[in-house]
């Protein structure tokens, strides 16, 4: 008997764990959604029909295929690429490619199902899809990264296209890497299919405020939230975990909305700046030196010190935005939070908190907004790239961060009624989890058993 799980619902996670083994990350998700399920499929068990719910569980293709390149050395190197294409019902496949050494089958699946439940928060009309590589960019010259992405991309443009698979960046894939991938699939093609990769850049079919998106998506979204409670960011002490992009953008947001945003970090420490992070000095030494952010401290001087390995959650702070990667905020960490009056805590990176993170928050009535939720912003502005490039039509900033603001604030607002329907008003990871599954199960239903 798996505790914590309706009953109905428990031959499925098992059938999960058994046909997943060795990938914990697709477990925990999956098991994330099911708890939430319990009430749905009591108030509606038809949804329990012909395997439903399994079928959501079961991603529709998974590619893994070999990646050889050659280093500036002339050595061979052999990595390891993945494409999950989890669920179409309600669209192409939509995600994104991550570079990093951690990449497996069973992050690539959680993060596919994730993406499958996020897309559909968008009212968007687009599917869930991930992929990736084991592949370290860090370190790398240009013409190494170049030759990866040729070869990475050799295989994958077989499997990709604007009516079928569309995906982004991530972890470890900006613009660079997205330009290296557009400009193969365009060789090996021989056609200018700009709606097949989001996240482009401007001279050849990116959209505004695309790069910005995903920050400023859980700052408004987090915005929403505190405001059910009379709160705003204003002279509120802010904790964002990270240092790329999602961080970055965040941070400029949150500035934008009166928050002081008083430490970040990346995988070798974080820094602590009490008078407020200087984010164009943050800037320059990532986005343009891509440098470690112990450089911030040798650059800013006296007033900011650097914490080598430790914790950036026992920094003080009314709000704490993990926006790093999956399961970096630990129960212990999420205690510590608490202790020191934290209110709320939103997700910029995919499932950063771990399970028992998330009960401590709810146990403590601090709000906390999902990832599948919170940072939804980005890939709902990918949607809109894909829409400027099927018009063939270029919009302003303005327009399209206007269209960004009221895509999370339906998000937060859809979360919140559900939420709500379903007898727990406020619990906005049971609220996000039923609302993107009725949407995609209905979708589904509607198209019959395939």
């Known amino acids: ?167 982004a960046g991530d972890i470890g894939v900006g613009g660079r890497e997205i330009g290296y991938m557009f400009g193969q699939f365009k060789r090996l093609t021989g056609r200018y299919e700009a709606g097949v990769l989001t996240g482009k850049g401007l001279a050849y079919g990116g959209s505004r405020a695309r790069r910005e998106a995903t920050g400023y998506g859980l700052a408004y979204f987090v915005g929403r939230m505190l405001s059910t409670r009379g709160a705003v960011f204003a002279d509120k002490r802010v904790v964002v975990s990270g240092s790329g992009n999602v961080a970055i953008y965040t941070m400029e947001k949150v500035d934008a909305f009166g928050g002081k945003v008083v430490a970040c970090s990346d995988s070798g420490g974080y820094i602590v700046d009490d008078a407020g992070v200087d984010l164009d000095l943050l800037k320059e030494i990532k986005e343009v030196r891509r440098e470690r952010i112990a450089e911030y401290v040798r650059s800013k001087g006296a007033g900011a010190r650097y914490i080598e390995r430790g914790s950036i959650w026992e920094t003080p702070c009314d709000i704490a935005l993990p926006c790093a990667t999956q399961n970096e905020l630990t129960g212990k960490d999420a205690a510590t939070l608490v202790a020191n009056g934290v209110i709320a805590v939103g997700e910029g990176a995919n499932m950063p908190c771990m399970p028992e993170a998330v009960r401590v928050f709810q146990d403590a009535g601090v709000l906390f907004a999902p990832g599948k939720a919170a940072n939804a912003g980005g890939v709902a502005t990918s949607a809109l790239e894909m829409q400027q490039n099927a018009s063939r039509d270029s919009w302003t900033f303005e327009q399209t961060e ?42 589904m239903r509607a198209l019959g058993v395939i």
Not at 47 to 52: E, H
């Open 402 to 443: 206007e269209r960004l603001a009221s895509i999370m604030r339906n998000i937060h607002d859809v979360c919140a009624a559900t939420a709500e329907e379903y007898g727990s008003p406020g619990d906005y990871v049971l609220g996000a989890n039923i609302a993107g599954f009725v949407r995609v199960a209905e979708a």
């Open 1 to 167: 008997m798996i505790t914590g799980l309706d009953e109905k619902l428990q031959p499925v996670l098992e059938e999960v764990l058994r046909r997943n083994a060795g990938e914990p990350e697709f477990h925990q998700a999956v098991r994330e959604v099911l708890e939430s399920l319990g009430r749905v499929v009591a108030k509606h068990p038809d949804y329990l029909d012909d395997a439903l719910i399994e079928r959501i569980c079961e991603p529709e293709r998974q590619i893994i295929f070999r990646v050889p390149w050659v280093d500036d050395a002339g050595q061979v190197q052999i990595n390891r690429g993945f494409r999950v294409q989890f669920n179409s019902a309600l669209g192409p496949y939509k995600g994104g490619i991550r570079f990093h050494p951690s990449v497996n089958l069973g992050i690539i699946k959680f993060l596919g199902f994730e993406q499958t439940f996020k897309n559909a928060l968008t009212g968007m009309p687009i599917g869930g899809g991930k992929g990736g590589s084991d592949f370290n960019p860090r370190g790398r010259s240009d013409g190494e990264i170049m030759r990866f992405c040729q070869s990475f991309m050799t295989e994958l443009h077989k499997h990709i296209g604007e009516y079928v698979d569309v995906p």
